[in-house]
């Protein structure tokens, strides 16, 4: 049996920080009938969840008007986004508006839509920022505020009991990255000794 609208905002209203999945956050949630904004101080950005059909649209609007930009810049970063959708498996980059803003989305399919589900789109759709921010250059500020939510996700695992080869098989095969990337990831973002199977604990 396919989830529901109602089904989705009961998920979000869990409000428990404590299991560090990003579908518990406190999540301020405005419903305009056929779509969802969620708001949460930690989070950079508004989150949409628009319900088409049989289809959960996520997606975020990034800032990032390539309309208003030097063509030459506007290429560069059409270049890149269009490399990292080659990478990237759930989630997308397109142009939205007139101003061609860069938006991220994922799409899941209601009928086989659960809460570990959603929150594998919410932790997809904000990865691939990671990626976008450190592709693109973006300021520091940008990239310290979606490399700490990178981080708690990767955080929560560890919490789970999952070895850095668990962590970066989920990099690779359930958000889209790819091999090498996602070790870079864990190296940088934990360093190069948190398996159990080394050490008995994680650093």
């Known amino acids: 049996m396919a989830a529901t609208k109602d089904e989705v905002i009961k998920w979000l209203e869990g409000k428990d920080d404590s299991t560090g999945n990003l579908v518990d956050i406190p999540w301020k949630i405005q419903d305009f009938d056929k779509y969802l904004v969620l708001e949460n101080e930690k989070i950079p950005f508004s ?6 059909g049989t289809v959960l649209r996520i997606f975020l609007r990034t800032g990032i008007e390539t309309a208003v930009i030097d063509t030459q810049e506007r290429l560069g970063i059409y270049r890149t986004l269009l490399l990292l959708n080659r990478q990237l498996d759930l ?4 142009l939205d508006g007139m101003n061609e803003e860069v938006i991220s989305r994922v799409d ?5 839509l659960s809460k570990e589900e959603l929150n594998v789109g919410l932790n997809t759709l904000l990865s691939s920022l990671y990626l976008m921010v450190r592709a ?9 505020k979606v490399s700490e939510r990178m981080m708690l996700m990767i955080q929560e695992m560890i919490n789970q009991g999952k070895s850095r080869e668990e962590i970066k098989a989920f990099l690779v095969t359930r958000i889209g990255m790819s091999k090498d990337d996602s070790e870079k990831i864990l ?3 934990l360093g190069k000794s948190i398996d159990r199977s080394e050490s008995g604990m994680y650093a």
């Open 108 to 112: 899941l399919e209601m009928v086989s």
């Open 91 to 94: 989630v997308k980059f397109m």
């Open 187 to 189: 190296n940088q973002l």
């Open 47 to 52: 989150i949409y969840l628009v319900f088409e």
């Open 136 to 144: 693109l250059k973006l300021e520091k500020e940008f990239q310290e």
